[in-house]
């Protein structure tokens, strides 16, 4: 096999291990998240992201408090939307 082809399945296994595990290191969440390193780095030294430093150095991220971050302020869809006026309308019917 060439050389990147099993570099790359390499990296795909260590994501997929990544994945089963409940406490990250700053490297992991910049992995699971999609984050550049900058980034976060912003966002835990302005505290708007959730994490720990247990020793006041390494920091750690709890993976379902990462998951509840990037999943707020959500958006409906249309469909959505048009569901709930639908709905409402229904209910509030004059008769």
Not at 61 to 89: C, G, M, P
Request: with cysteine.
């Amino acid at each position: 096999m060439d050389n990147l082809l099993i570099l790359e399945r390499l990296d795909r296994l260590e994501k997929l291990l990544v994945g089963h595990k409940e406490v990250l290191t700053f490297d992991e969440a910049c992995d699971y998240t999609g984050i550049s390193r900058s980034y976060l780095y912003k966002l835990t030294a302005s505290g708007r992201i959730p994490h720990s430093k247990p020793n006041g150095k390494m920091l750690f991220f709890e993976k379902a408090k990462l998951v509840e971050w990037l999943l707020q302020n959500k958006r409906k869809s249309k469909h959505d939307i048009e569901a709930e006026a639908l709905a409402y309308t229904m209910r509030h019917k004059v008769q």
